[in-house]
């Protein structure tokens, strides 16, 4: 790996590398080594990104402080939900009560934290949405994802949810970001997405002023505002 590295700093310019890996921390003894070999590297510029997520679980402080080292600025978490029901739901082997301290020690040693969520998962319901609000607020990420649950072919939820009558076989996804949904469950049938995560962004940008600057290295500003838009039109019940 350190080779593969040096190859595409120096023979192709390359200065940004993303590990694509689920379980990049998995093994911490791992990670710990790549990041001290990556750091004797000592390549200027060289950044890294994780952007599918790490397990939280497989770290500690020692690990985030040699990820900024060796070239992190971000790192991105996927607690999906702040309801442990929920979680359960999704068969996610996680307790989310570890993230607050998770998200403070990543912050600890330099990093900003993203976080993907999914709304509308299966069997969700308004508390369950109120407690994912209050996680976001709490735990004070730089930036959030906010993904419609997609109902995906070959999946045992997409099985479940066709024996139940909920989604005819065959129903296919759609852009899981830009507001539009193929499956609401039974309890958010009346809940306004949209707007939902318009006041979360803008909670996120209220609270922490540098989460604005922060937001436009993420995305061209023209993208921003597309994305806004289909929210803010969403808002809104298309007349029949």
């Known amino acids: 790996m350190v080779d593969w590295v040096e190859f595409l700093y120096h023979q192709r310019g390359v200065r940004w590398l993303n590990i694509i890996d689920d379980n990049f921390t998995y093994d911490k003894k791992f990670a710990k080594a790549f990041c001290l070999a990556m750091i004797d590297l000592n390549l200027p510029d060289l950044k890294f990104g994780t952007p599918n997520g790490i397990r939280m679980e497989r770290g500690d402080v020692e690990l ?17 939900s702040g309801s442990q029901d929920t979680l359960d739901e999704m068969k996610k082997d996680l307790d989310f009560a570890i993230v607050p301290r998770i998200v403070s020690e990543l912050k600890d040693a330099g990093l900003k934290v993203q976080a ?3 709304l509308g998962y299966p069997g969700e319901t308004m508390e369950d949405i109120k407690k994912t609000s209050k996680f976001i607020t709490d735990c004070r990420f730089n930036f959030i994802f906010m993904n419609n649950f ?3 072919p070959g999946t045992p ?5 066709v024996s139940q009558g909920q989604i005819e076989d065959g129903l296919m996804p759609i852009n899981y970001s830009d507001g539009v949904r193929v499956y609401t469950p039974p309890g958010l ?4 997405f949209p707007m939902f995560v ?6 996120i940008m209220l609270r922490d002023p540098l989460n604005i600057p922060y937001m436009f290295t993420l995305f061209h500003p023209l993208i ?11 808002m809104f019940p298309k007349p029949v």
């Open 189 to 192: 049938k009346n809940f306004n």
């Open 224 to 234: 921003l505002v597309k994305k806004v838009s289909k929210n803010i039109f969403g």
């Open 157 to 161: 939820i997409y099985d479940d949810l």
């Open 116 to 118: 993907f969520f999914i």
């Open 64 to 80: 985030w402080g040699l990820l900024k080292q060796a070239g992190w600025e971000t790192i991105v978490l996927a607690p999906e």
């Open 198 to 203: 318009l006041r979360k962004y803008l909670s």
């Open 150 to 152: 997609q109902p995906l």
